[in-house]
């Protein structure tokens, strides 16, 4: 079901499952079209515990993944097979990149200063075009990657140097992509799940708080939203 909110798309869902499957789906269609006009596409996905289920589906999918560029929407600055890193659940859940037949830019292995690490990848992402596709995930503060809550006067001023540190408080430091990265790709999704939720993304819709979802709810090519009741 879709219902269309301003250049918001609102697709429901009664389950994780059903909304995981459509968001694979229209990935998966997305990226056919690319490849044929391009040659080539890239897919930013999100970590966390909602999107298994959408990246186990779209790994079943059959495409050129060789073609395809994976990269995380954010990481902890933590070591590659620690139990809280994005790239483990997505090798986890993604068969194409567990098995080795999708380029992935990886946010590890670039030394233990997170301000280097983010100069370098900062730089790796300068010489490739803007993202094709991202899809983003949302927690109940309605932060989106590792853009917080608190920072949203200082995300438009942000240099699009492709990379952002992250320190919130009691939690290990990240690594995320700009606003401007993400804001800026071709086409973006939202996977969330629940009411609460679904309240927090209808408050920032009716402007009753700034939060960092704003960056993607006011894209002018508009935003997708794949929600399920449960």
Not at 143 to 150: E, Q, V
Request: proline share 8%; with cysteine; aromatic share 6%.
């Amino acid at each position: 079901m879709m219902q269309p909110q301003g250049p918001v798309a609102w697709h429901r869902f009664a389950t994780l499952a059903d909304a995981s499957e459509a968001l694979a789906e229209a990935v998966v269609i997305r990226l056919r079209a690319l490849l044929a006009g391009q040659g080539r596409a890239s897919l930013a996905v999100p970590g966390g515990t909602t999107p298994a289920r959408f990246l186990a589906d779209l790994g079943t999918r059959e495409l050129a993944w060789e073609k395809v560029t994976l990269l995380p929407t954010d990481e902890r600055f933590v070591a590659a097979d620690d139990a809280a890193s994005n790239e483990r659940m997505i090798r986890a859940q993604f068969a194409p990149l567990r098995e080795g037949r999708v380029g992935f830019l990886s946010f590890h292995d670039r030394g233990g200063d997170i301000e280097a690490a983010a100069a370098a990848l900062s730089s790796e992402l300068a010489s490739l075009p803007p993202l094709d596709l991202v899809v983003s995930g949302m927690g109940t503060d309605g932060h989106i990657a590792s853009l917080f809550p608190g920072e949203e006067d200082c995300f438009s001023a942000m240099p699009d140097s492709g990379i952002c540190i992250a320190m919130p408080p009691g939690l290990p430091p990240r690594l995320s992509l700009s606003p401007a990265r993400l804001a800026g790709a071709g086409w973006a999704s939202l996977l969330v799940s629940g009411a609460q939720k679904e309240a927090v993304l209808k408050a920032a819709l009716d402007r009753l708080q700034p939060l960092p979802v704003d960056l993607l709810l006011d894209r002018p090519q508009g935003l997708d939203v794949y929600w399920a009741k449960e």
